[in-house]
């Protein structure tokens, strides 16, 4: 890299520490909800890892049905200005 | 008439002076006029003021109440902030424009009544849009022009609803309104127009990304904001806003997801961001009133912080799109702290000014018991957290390393997204000083191990979701492209339908022009053959010939004299 700095995130390696560093604290969290009394208004929210489980799915749907989105709505970047 | 005046005049008055100042005179001025209306604001006690008659009805152009205080408040500091983030903006005519424009916005919070309400509701569309067309490009000018006609409209719709309100209750009083009238009805859709209300929402993803650099930043304080207050005010527990909110809350972030325009999808964003406080609007209980004044207030700032951040790259760079950009946290170190600020904050990451003021919103669902917009709200919770808080920090400074060497923003700028960033933590940590400015006396402790818990999970596992997506590849790359939104309407298939109503009338200009063209012929032949150097009108007499006519004329007179 001609002499350029070489940045910490530029190694591949530290990337995948990063990434698994985000399922330790997910577990973590799950880990000590038993020791925190849950308080909430639904029922729901006293399932155990509810707010975790439902975050994740709502996202990985979320990213899913945009992706699906794609195909209808995506159109070439001078699509208007035709 | 009192020795008060509407605060904004301050904002708007105050611009007559821009031109006539030069160099770091006119920088100075231009950072102490919001800070002189902040003063004013600070002074202001509660009460009508600037009163007066017009055609027998009276104007109030300062209500001060708690409501339109905090409004007040945080239009001045955002105007005061985005001054700073556009010192070296020197053009003269943005600077006027960004002055009227945040002061009209003042204005409009503080009018008692419709009429002043609109002059000034219609005075932030007029300036605003000059920050969109200063950009110079031929696509600013024509999202800009989309822009002022839709603003135009909600403008109209309130003049007209106003007009029928007065007509039904003989009062201009701009109060509690509600959708039992034809009128309230006018003025909800002209407020909605404001808000980008769904289906009602693309001139804020259209015209956005298109304004100058500062002028986005300009434009994400006010203009929607205004329309917040403006439905909290007049439409306070109408239960259409639930769904309407909830809605909003939802659907923006899937284009989010997909766009390109790292400015665009901050735009979706707000929009999201939005609907949480509409549905705060409609459950219309103290605990949710607050919610939306308090989630307004930290709102303008982080995402002013999220505009600012993408603005300097866009200054720097050239460019947000998500495709052109990545690695850019070694060019610009402080710009991306900034921006994770603010991602954190839009997030409501726990320390961070949303936590603190979502969660009254949140909860006053729960409390009401409406489950299902709970759930969409959490999910747009989520979302959030997905595109503004992880997209735009990864894509812009992180990702792929683009390649592409710049230097970090301007002083100036830097300054600016550092007192915000400051501004939004300090929200975040000590929510006290924000809560004690809401509207209704608060009796809420946002700092719970159960919130703090649930909150934690949602937005953690949201980040692990997306770290699996992207490991895996799953998640749909950033690609050169336009998504078709609902201004297709109007942009793709109402284009196509002028086009279409053009062409067939061309096409029956063509098909009766043959006989249009004989039918003008003949009348053309008949005035040649009568007026043409030929025709018998047209001839030249001589003057001998005039004469002996004359003679005989006044023969035949004489004889029939006589006679």
Redesign the interface.
Known sequence: MNGE?R?W??RKENVTKV?WS??V??GL??L??PA???????SI?HWF?F??????V???G??????A??R??????????R | MTAEFSPGLILILGSILVPLLRGRARSAYLLALPLAGLAYLVWLPYGNYGTFAFLGHELVMARVDRLSLLFGYIFMIAAWLTTIYALHVKDAAQQVAALVYSGSAVSAVFAGDLLTLFVFWELTAISSVVLIWARGAE?SYRAGLRYLIIHLASGVLLMLGALVQLNETGSLVFGHIGLDGPGGMLIFIGFGIKCAFPLLHNWLQDAYPEATVTGTVWLSAFTTKLAVYALARGFAGTEELIWIGAAMTAFP???A??ENDLRRVLSYSLNNQLGFMVVGIGIGTELSLNGTAAHAFSHILYKALLFMSMGAVLHRVGTVNGTDLGGL??SMPWTAGFCIVGAASISAFPLFSGFVSKALILTAT??Q?Y?VT?LVL??AS??VF?HSGIKIPYFAF?AH?SGKRCAEAPANMLVAMALTAALCIGIGVYPQPLYSLLPYPVNYEPY???HV?????????????????M?TG???PE???????FDWIY??LGRRVADAALDAASRARIALAGRLMALSMSGWRALYHHHGPEGLLARTWPTGSMALWVMILLLAYLVAYYV
């Not at chain 1, 707010?51 to 994740?56: E, I």
């Not at chain 1, 979320?62 to 992706?67: E, I, N, P, S």
């Not at chain 2, 690609?479 to 939104?485: F, G, H, K």
């Open positions: 700095k940045y995130l530029d990434y985000v399922w604290l997910c969290l799950l000590i909800e925190i009394e849950m308080h909430g208004e639904f929210e890892g707010y975790g489980v439902f975050g994740f709502a996202c990985v979320l990213v899913l049905a945009a992706k989105l794609r209808i709505l995506m159109r070439p970047e001078d699509y208007y200005d | 696509r972030i899937f284009y997801v997909i946290y070694k729960a409390e018991g489950f709970w959490l999910f989520a979302g997905h992180f390393d719970t191990a159960t818990l649930a909150q934690l999970q949602l937005l953690l596992f949201s980040a692990l979701a997306f770290s699996v997506l490991r799953i998640y749909p690609m050169r492209s336009v998504n078709l939104d942009r793709g």
